[in-house]
T-cell receptor, first 117, second 116 residues
Framework: DTGVSQDPRHKITKRGQNVTFRCDPISEHNRLYWYRQTLGQGPEFLTYFQNEAQLEKSRLLSDRFSAERPKGSFSTLEIQRTEQGDSAMYLC???????????????FGPGTRLTVT | KNQVEQSPQSLIILEGKNCTLQCNYTVSPFSNLRWYKQDTGRGPVSLTIMTFSENTKSNGRYTATLDADTKQSSLHITASQLSDSASYICVVSPRPENFGNEKLTFGTGTRLTIIP
């Protein structure tokens, strides 16, 4: 399967614990995005990488959240001291962006469903 | 106020029937509009992408239309199948900066249920 993969698919944790999610984008894609989606809502942008550089972070991304893409390939999203409000689906997407392409297709992974009890 | 509004919020139709989903947006300047299908518990899958110069695009039984003047789009599903049951999300992208974040704005989706 050459699509975007995410691990784990489901995570249940107790409030106050730290969690880390992994995203493996499509191999030739230089852009990587993290989104959060709560029930009945569309995804909301969290952060964006161009290769290994984190170029933008949403205000939704509090100090408890950190994302990395150390070698410009896979990415991790860590949430420290989880709260019940962090319960959501965390989606990763990747795309190949160049200066000459106007429309960039973002390919989404299956998501990681986080439940904080 | 969300810059991408979708209607109806939910829709139930009989298998084999057609349906049309609506999307109104205020994102400006506009680059492209996408329709995604999202099955429960899965990530969104792209159905169509239209730039501001396109006014219709088809993907099998899915046909999307775009009126960039009125900032409206529709997704028409023909001869619905049980597997079409999903959320359909309208996504709008502003004109991108070079190497910039696409800043996609997602609608809240229309939940479509096909019944036999």
């Amino acid at each position: 399967d050459t699509g975007v993969s995410q691990d784990p698919r489901h995570k249940i944790t107790k409030r106050g614990q730290n969690v880390t999610f992994r995203c493996d984008p499509i191999s030739e894609h230089n852009r990587l995005y993290w989104y959060r989606q709560t029930l009945g809502q569309g995804p909301e942008f969290l952060t964006y990488f161009q290769n290994e550089a984190q170029l933008e972070k949403s205000r939704l991304l509090s100090d408890r959240f950190s994302a990395e893409r150390p070698k410009g390939s896979f990415s991790t999203l860590e949430i420290q001291r989880t709260e019940q409000g962090d319960s959501a689906m965390y989606l990763c997407a990747s795309s190949q962006g160049t200066q000459s392409v106007i429309s960039y297709e973002q390919y989404f992974g299956p998501g990681t469903r986080l439940t904080v009890t | 106020k969300n810059q991408v509004e979708q209607s109806p919020q939910s829709l139930i139709i009989l298998e084999g029937k057609n349906c049309t989903l609506q999307c109104n947006y205020t994102v400006s300047p506009f680059s492209n509009l996408r329709w995604y299908k999202q099955d429960t518990g899965r990530g969104p899958v792209s159905l169509t992408i239209m730039t501001f110069s396109e006014n219709t695009k088809s993907n099998g039984r899915y046909t999307a239309t775009l009126d960039a003047d009125t900032k409206q789009s529709s997704l028409h599903i023909t001869a619905s199948q049980l597997s079409d049951s999903a959320s359909y999300i309208c996504v709008v992208s502003p004109r991108p900066e070079n190497f910039g974040n696409e800043k996609l704005t997602f609608g809240t989706g229309t939940r479509l249920t096909i019944i036999p």
